[in-house]
């Protein structure tokens, strides 16, 4: 019954490589989200789809590419990985747009190391 | 700019200690604030929310937070923590989901 289910949990691969990892919500949830989280915890938001449209897109640099194929999907492709790219990704969804009344809810985060 | 901040970076307790974690808000607008538990090695999970309303707010767990406008803050409290509340702790809040540091809480048994 998982509500927000990403996979790979883990994912290792050597720098220069091209990567994918996917996010599925059952929830009915309109919006999704990307967060990356860094080795000190830090959690930033890259990108925020609403009904396959992207409405947030942050100071991320191009070789991440979100990709919506259905509200209930979003998949985050990575190219020419480097070493600052290891982290957690979360993926996460809520009811609505904005945050501004509706909690989000969270994946269980893929773990990515760049060898 | 919009910003969340947390000023324990890590904290230790024992158990049955009380626990407050402070967090201060710099955004107009709509006030929306949460506070989210990321257990080790989980996903984070929505400890109570504050939208309007009572500016005490009781979430789950145990866990109660207070939203006072004339401080910009939205501080977390539980009267006694437990080993299990172990954790990292998120205060968040704005338009686009700003997160604060986090908090590491350690409590010992």
């Known amino acids: 019954d998982t509500a927000v289910s990403q996979t790979p949990k883990y994912l290792v691969t050597q720098m220069g490589n091209d990567k994918s990892i996917k996010c599925e919500q059952n929830?009915?949830?309109?919006?999704m989200y990307w967060y990356k989280q860094d080795s000190k915890k830090f959690l930033k938001i890259m990108f925020s789809?609403?009904?396959?449209?992207?409405?947030i897109n942050e100071t991320v640099p191009n070789r991440f590419s979100p990709k919506s194929p259905d509200k209930a999907h979003l998949n985050l492709h990575i190219n020419s990985l480097e070493l600052g790219d290891s982290a957690v990704y979360f993926c996460?969804?809520?009811?609505?747009?904005?945050?501004?009344?509706?909690?989000?809810?969270f994946g269980d985060g893929t773990r990515l190391s760049i060898l | 700019a919009q910003s969340v901040s947390q000023h324990n970076h890590h904290v230790i307790l024992s158990e049955a200690a009380s626990l407050e974690l402070g967090c201060n808000y710099s955004?107009?607008?709509?006030?929306?604030l949460f506070w989210y538990v990321q257990y080790p090695g989980q996903h984070l999970q929505l400890l109570l929310k504050?939208?309007?309303?009572?500016?005490l707010v009781k979430g789950i767990k145990g866990f109660e937070a207070e939203f006072i406008k004339s401080k910009f803050s939205f501080n977390l409290r539980k009267p006694s923590v437990q080993w299990s509340d172990t954790a990292e702790y998120f205060c968040?809040?704005?338009?686009?989901?700003?997160f604060g540091q986090g908090t590491e809480l350690s409590v010992k048994p």
């Open positions: 996460a969804s809520s009811q609505s747009p904005g945050t501004a009344d509706q909690p989000q809810h």
């Open positions: 929830l009915g949830h309109d919006t």
């Open positions: 789809y609403n009904n396959k449209e992207l409405i």
């Open positions: 955004y107009g607008g709509t006030v929306n």
């Open positions: 504050y939208f309007s309303g009572d500016p």
């Open positions: 968040a809040g704005g338009g686009k989901l700003i």
